[in-house]
């Protein structure tokens, strides 16, 4: 069978329409809704104790939009459209981006184990050894200065153990001071002048321009393994942590239920707004979860947990929504009022 050139052209032609519109990468980030991943897998406790039921891990799908995807994000229910520019931060690499976000998960595993244990009366002790920069902002005192992987050990000679001792240190100076940092690059250990400036996007708050976590030695016994993989981001936190809890006590927290949720949480217990929680929300409800935990934010406008409350009602799911502020609220819940 021959083609005439004609239809050679036009085939040809409309395979390189097909490949742009299936490659080419526009300006736009769609989010939808991902997993609800049963914890068991990805957190071990040695000789940890299993329930009847699980808790989950919830996520949200995202990526880069081309010109299709763009187009069925359109049509398709619970996906999002966003400009890039509100997922990646302005002159940070997809390459940084995605290893701050591995660094937000290791923190945040780090902090359910800290809450967990300490909540189980478990062996645990912490070494601090300074903050690590996980980010720096473009166009703020800190570029060309510090490196993503600094590890900041002290400021103005004052020895800074956790990032609040950092923050708390640069709230007391004011625009135009000038703070002389040692940092730990490669091994070396160097010093650093920075002037702070005003971040105009933040109500004027002063600054340096950078991200940065708390660098934590913790050791527990009995011992625990993570394996979450390529899965970043601090939202599992509250959710390790009850997971963490379960596996060290005695009985079973779940009573045989499917139970989800989501929340930063810190070393204190506390839960923090995360994004996404409708995308959440829907997820959970596919993967047939019963019970959702929502971070309450002391019951402020437009809390996650109201945000999850309208999504359920909008998909008409039966999953109950429970508001949570802290690690101690969900616990009270599982062992209270859940049947």
Excluded: C, W
């Excluded at 184990?113 to 645990?124: G, L, M, P």
């Excluded at 060309?144 to 992987?149: D, E, K, N, P, R």
């Amino acid at each position: 069978m021959k083609f005439s050139k004609g239809q050679v052209l036009s085939l040809v032609i409309a395979i390189v329409i097909a490949f742009f519109l299936s490659t080419y990468e526009l300006p736009f980030y769609i989010q939808k809704p991902g997993g609800a991943d049963a914890l068991n897998p990805i957190v071990q406790v040695d000789h940890g104790d299993k329930g009847e039921g699980d808790f989950h891990l919830v996520t949200v799908r995202g990526g880069q939009a081309t010109p299709i995807q763009y187009v069925l994000a359109k049509i398709l229910p619970h996906h999002d459209i966003v400009p890039i520019s509100q997922v990646f931060p302005e002159g940070i690499s997809d390459d940084e981006y995605f290893q701050a976000q591995l660094q937000m998960m290791e923190t945040s595993q780090e902090a359910s184990t800290v809450v967990a244990y300490t909540a189980a009366d478990k062996d645990i002790t912490i070494d601090y050894n300074g903050v690590y920069v996980v980010s720096v902002v473009e166009g703020m005192p800190a570029e060309g200065i510090l490196a993503m992987g600094d590890r900041i050990i002290g400021i103005d000679s004052t020895e800074i153990h956790e990032s609040d001792d950092l923050i708390t240190y640069i709230n007391s100076k004011k625009a135009g001071d000038t703070v002389n940092l040692t940092i730990v690059r490669d091994d070396e250990e160097l010093e650093k002048s920075i002037t702070l400036e005003t971040f105009a996007e933040a109500e004027n708050n002063i600054g340096i321009g950078i991200q940065l976590v708390t660098d934590r030695e913790v050791e527990v016994s009995p011992e625990i393994t993570f394996t979450s993989g390529s899965i970043g981001g601090p939202s599992a936190g509250l959710m390790f942590s009850l997971e963490i809890y379960d596996q060290l006590t005695d009985g079973d927290l779940t009573k045989g239920h499917q139970i989800a949720g989501t929340g930063e949480i810190d070393y204190d217990g506390k839960v923090h707004r995360i994004g996404g929680i409708d995308k959440k929300i829907v997820a959970a409800d596919r993967e047939g979860i019963e019970v959702f935990f929502a971070p309450n934010e002391d019951g402020r406008k437009n809390s996650n947990y109201q945000e999850a409350m309208k999504k359920a009602k909008e998909i008409g799911t039966e999953m109950v929504i429970v508001p949570v502020d802290t690690f101690d609220d969900a616990l009270r819940y599982l062992e209270e009022e859940l049947d």
